[in-house]
Every structure is written in C-alpha cells, then in structure tokens.
C-alpha cells in the first residue's frame, strides 16, 4: 500500500525556535492534510491543502503542497510550550479509497 | 462549533467478549470514518460510509463490522476481542457533497482495553 515518510521522528528544541518537518510519497495525493494528536486525544486537524504548489497559513503554522504532488512540508514559527504533541502528515488519493494514509508523525519536544 | 462526538469514552473488556463504539459525525456531514491507532502507531483505515452504504474498507478485521444509520452516526461493532485489539479507535467525518470533501475531522476517540 501506499506510505508516507515522515520527519524527523522527533525534535527537542528551544522555545521560541521555528520548526520544520516533512513527508514524502512515492505516490500522488490529491489532498495533503495536518493533524496535532495530544496524547489520549483526538488528531485535530491543522492545515488542509488541495492542490499542487499551495501554500496556506494558519496563525504561526504554514504548509505546503508540493509540485509534483508527493510531499508536504509543515513549519511552525516562534515555538510555544503548547506546540507540545505530535504531528502526523496525511495523504488522500481519492479515487474511492477513502481512508488517510498517515504518516508516522513528529514527536515535538520544547525545552524551556 | 460542534464536532464529532464518540461514545464511550472509555471501555474494558475480556476477551472474546463484544464491544460497540458509536461515532456521531459533525452536524450535515455525509461520511463517517473509522481508525484503528495502536500504541505509538498512526491511525490505520479501517471503514468508511457514505449516505448509510459502505463507502471503502481498509484493514478491518472480520470480527469486527459496522454500520451508518439514518441519522448518520454510526456503529462499530467488535466481537471475539482479543488481546491485541486494544487501541483506539477513533471515527472521522466528512460532507462528500461539496467542496474539498476529502478533509476529514476527528473525534476524540474510544481508548479500548481488552484484558
């Protein structure tokens, strides 16, 4: 089946520092999608992105999709401690599969 | 704004026993989703409904099945429990019928411990 590689698996870094993170496929999604999963919660949808080559702000986060419809990057500005989580990429190819594939998300670790 | 509700929140069982989770999906979305997130795992696909008819289905095990009713939410039914099914489980939901159908939002999920 289709996979998404997601990274880096973790980051420690300083509040205040930008954050960076990635995925990439070996095949094309038609939609790219951001989630924050607290621990015990929910994914809660961050930044959704529908075509090829957008980029979309949500606050301090920015996404894009890229051009060739295989990779997504996510960056989010001025960390704060409740960027705490983890943050998984996923990928829609439609075409009657409906389910996300995810990727194996990003542990965000912020030192104060 | 409303989002989507799962009950319970929490549930134990023995195994071999059954268990059923309820999904209600944000107000006038059309499709329900149900994931599978073991732990330190990504979700993983497990079925979807589409106006009450199975839409896709993913790696769902036989034991388990489930279903859209009129009012939309849905049921996820699970029998023969066994050890490895405790998880969470988590149910998304969508409108098809629109623009950008394909994001889906996520309740908060039914942690399942299977002793």
């Known amino acids: 089946g289709q996979q998404l590689n997601q990274s880096p698996q973790s980051m420690f870094i300083q509040e205040g520092e930008d954050v960076s993170m990635n995925c990439t496929s070996s095949?094309?999604?038609?939609?790219w999608l951001w989630y924050k999963q607290d621990p015990g919660e929910g994914p809660v949808l961050l930044i959704a992105?529908?075509?090829?080559?957008e980029l979309t702000s949500n606050g301090r986060l920015t996404a894009q999709f890229g051009i060739t419809r295989k990779d997504s990057f996510l960056n989010i500005s001025a960390s704060i401690p409740s960027d705490v989580g983890i943050y998984f990429c996923?990928?829609?190819?439609?075409?009657?599969?409906?389910?996300?594939?995810f990727g194996k998300g990003t542990h965000l670790i912020i030192q104060p | 704004a409303a989002g989507v509700i799962q009950s319970p929140r929490h549930l134990i069982k023995e195994k071999r026993e059954t268990a059923t989770l309820k999904c209600y999906p944000i107000?006038?979305?059309?499709?329900v989703y149900w994931y599978q997130q073991g732990p330190g795992q990504d979700p993983q696909f497990l079925i979807s409904?589409?106006?009450?008819?199975?839409?896709d289905k993913g790696s769902i095990p036989d034991r388990f099945s489930a279903q859209q009713f009129s009012d939309y939410h849905s049921e996820l039914n699970m029998s023969s429990l066994e050890l490895g099914d405790s998880a969470l489980y988590f149910c998304?939901?969508?409108?098809?019928?629109?623009?950008?159908?394909?994001?889906?939002?996520f309740g908060p999920g039914t942690r399942l411990t299977v002793l």
């Open positions: 107000p006038r979305h059309d499709t």
């Open positions: 095949s094309i999604f038609n939609t």
């Open positions: 996923a990928g829609y190819s439609g075409g009657g599969a409906d389910g996300l594939t």
């Open positions: 409904f589409y106006e009450k008819m199975q839409s």
């Open positions: 992105l529908y075509k090829a080559g």
């Open positions: 998304a939901s969508s409108l098809k019928a629109g623009e950008n159908t394909d994001t889906q939002y």
